[in-house]
């Protein structure tokens, strides 16, 4: 297995090749990153490959449709990210520190894996919970909030 770099990186773009690197998959997620902070859905779009799917503890590998109904309209509450990016190749872990226009930041991880320039999948892993969640609930509050997602309370 190739060794792991990790890249401490600020939302910048860069241009790169298909990745077969781990420095041109780390300026991938990085143009992924700012096109969904910017709110520039053909940009956002043109980074995703055709059978992209989109995992985290409210989606089970929902395609691109499903994610641009549900995800996509949260680009608009998000000020900033602060990303570290470890990658191996065409796969790359993130961590970030979300910093929305309102409210406390939060940590999540997110897992990319890239096909060529397109991104095929991504798996979100939640991080730190709400400020006013205590740690020792969580696991009921994120619970609570998925039978919550599926049951359609967060529908508009």
């Known amino acids: 297995m190739a060794q792991a770099q990790l890249h401490r990186v600020k939302q910048q773009e ?23 902070q910017a709110g520039d859905r053909s ?21 691109r449709a499903a994610f641009f109904e549900r995800c996509w309209p949260n680009h608009d509450k998000i000020k900033a990210f602060d990303l570290k990016v470890m990658t191996d190749g065409g796969e790359a872990f993130i961590v970030y520190d979300l910093i929305p226009k309102s409210g406390p930041p939060y940590r999540n991880v997110e897992h990319h894996v890239f096909e060529g320039q397109k991104l095929k999948s991504v798996a979100v892993y939640f991080g730190d919970p ?15 909030a998925v039978k919550a997602w599926k049951n359609g309370a967060f529908d508009a």
């Open 14 to 36: 860069n241009s790169g090749s298909a990745p077969t690197t781990s420095e041109a998959t780390a300026r991938l997620v990085r143009r992924y990153f700012a096109a969904f």
């Open 130 to 144: 709400p400020a006013d969640v205590p740690r020792r609930k969580f696991a009921a509050f994120l619970g609570a």
């Open 43 to 63: 940009a956002f779009e043109a980074s995703l490959a055709d059978d992209f799917t989109f995992t985290s503890p409210y989606d089970d590998h929902i395609d």
